[in-house]
Nanobody, 115 residues
Framework: QVQLVESGGGLVQAGGSLRLSCAAS????????MGWYRQAPGKQRELVAT???????NYADSVKGRFTISRDNAKSTVYLQMNSLKPEDTAVYYC?????????WGQGTQVTVSS
């Protein structure tokens, strides 16, 4: 099993920045890709960004050029640097790990962007 713990959420004004962290523990050798998803009130959970074990990244169009996902394999941690935040980025952000045969999720961290 893999446990994921997110941190770094909070309240920020539009145009500001936040960095989210997700620390993995447990059977981390089974982790392949990791990523961030978000869910705004009344909306479905959506992909924000993913990063493979080798460092290949993928972003939602809505965050390209503003968000950067990175991974420290030695620390079993994935980061999401969020710049130029907009009110529409307000959501609960979830860390995700794609394992050998299943998927692990963190508990989520709230990001609120005020206008």
């Amino acid at each position: 099993q893999v446990q994921l713990v997110e941190s770094g959420g909070g309240l920020v004004q539009a145009g500001g920045s936040l960095r989210l962290s997700c620390a993995a523990s447990g059977s981390i050798f089974t982790i392949n890709a990791m990523g961030w998803y978000r869910q705004a009130p009344g909306k479905q959970r959506e992909l924000v960004a993913t990063i493979s074990r080798g460092g290949n990244t993928n972003y939602a169009d809505s965050v390209k050029g503003r968000f950067t996902i990175s991974r420290d394999n030695a620390k079993s941690t994935v980061y999401l640097q969020m710049n130029s935040l907009k009110p529409e980025d307000t959501a609960v952000y979830y860390c995700n790990a794609l394992l050998s045969i299943t998927v692990a999720w963190g508990q989520g961290t709230q990001v609120t962007v005020s206008s």
